[in-house]
């Protein structure tokens, strides 16, 4: 697949904000200007292949991406260890890398047809707390440039009904980064934390759990606990609990905006997995304010009644103004809509008068 690169400002959210992220010289910026001067895969890093001490990783529930494919890796500095938290973010030393790339699966219906890689994000620990660059991989795939201002990409896949899809991907500036990784507060990581990271990988020799995995390779400062004394996600489109699957959905989708204190925080509408009950999922809530986002309807969810639910219109949309999420996507997400739509349709029928 050719593909073409443009570098854009991305200022559609914040003039101000994209005019301060043009990447400075590389004798000025603290992180190498090539992703290969990293050492964290072997080769180009096309094949993604893992240098020694980075360790690859998958998540429970994953944050749709406009049909993108994510390889993950975690390398800690020597003698690093992992602070593990049953519940929270877990707590990573300084000198840690968290790296992302995104790339794009030529027939998502055979992913052994192989790839292309688009970019990759890292997600740096130092001392003053996170910080968040990306790097673009040009047309050839021989090596990636770190970049701030963002960038469209073209690309291109066949999707699961053999049809051939175009987008103009976007990669985000370093500001956009920080709306979902900092939301109000400071750069974190989202999914490394028990819930999302409680599930079976191939490490070469079989399925096997990654904390328990991670544990032996001595990750962490403590032992995690028993297995079954660990919290975790489901796959959101499994066959597994229905409320279960949403939860889980929610809380890879849109609780990085969607909680008390995040960048949504003031919607009342929050989504992430601690979050139990109708109060504040939205079933018979007003939104707080009027505008196209409410789609001309009255409540968020109206249970039984998926056609009339705020949720429903804007999950479906890719018009800027309604769609959710607001960030990264373009596309909605079929899965994830067609899941939410049997939720709601699931419940006990209630005209929220």
């Known amino acids: 697949m050719k593909r073409s690169f443009l570098l854009v400002l991305l200022c559609a959210w914040s003039v101000a904000a994209c005019s301060s992220e043009v990447e400075a010289p590389a004798g000025n910026s603290p992180y190498p200007l090539h992703l290969s001067d990293w050492g964290l895969f072997e080769g180009t890093g096309a094949t993604q292949i893992p240098a020694e001490g980075v360790v690859p990783y998958q998540v429970a529930s994953t944050l749709f991406a406009d049909f993108s494919s994510k390889h993950r890796f975690i390398r800690l500095p020597e003698g690093g260890r992992i602070g593990y938290d049953n519940e929270a973010v877990w707590d990573f030393p300084v000198g840690t890398v968290l790296v992302k790339t995104f790339s794009y699966l030529h027939d998502l219906r055979d992913p052994s047809l192989g790839e292309d890689i688009v970019e990759t994000r890292l997600i740096i620990r130092e001392e003053a707390g996170w910080n968040a660059i990306t790097y673009l991989w040009n047309a050839e795939e021989t090596e990636a440039s770190r970049v ?31 709306t979902c990784h900092g939301g109000s507060g400071a750069v974190t990581p989202l999914a490394l934390r028990t819930r999302q990271m409680d599930r079976l990988n191939n490490y070469g020799s079989g399925d096997i759990n990654q904390i328990d995995h991670m544990a032996t390779l001595g990750m962490f ?66 939104p707080p304010a009027a505008g196209p986002g409410t789609c001309d309807l009255d409540f968020d969810i109206v249970p039984g009644d998926p056609e009339h639910s705020i949720m429903i219109c804007r999950v479906a949309s890719e018009v800027p103004d309604i769609k959710m999420p607001e960030l990264p996507t ?11 739509t049997e939720w709601i349709a699931a419940m006990p029928a209630d005209n929220c008068e």
């Open 221 to 286: 400062d403590v032992a995690p606990p028993a297995e079954s004394d660990r919290p975790n996600l489901v796959g959101p489109f499994g066959a597994g609990d229905l409320d279960a699957r949403v939860r889980s959905y929610f809380d890879a989708n849109c609780a990085h905006c969607h909680h008390d204190g995040g960048a949504a925080s003031a919607s009342g509408l929050w989504l992430n997995w601690e979050q139990q009950g109708p109060q504040h999922q939205g079933v018979c809530k007003r």
């Open 330 to 340: 373009q596309l909605h997400d079929p899965a994830g809509l067609a899941l939410l």
């Open 148 to 178: 701030a201002i963002g960038a469209s990409v073209h690309v291109e896949w066949t999707d699961m009904a053999g049809a051939l899809r175009t987008l103009e991907y976007r990669v985000p500036t370093n500001a956009q980064c920080r």
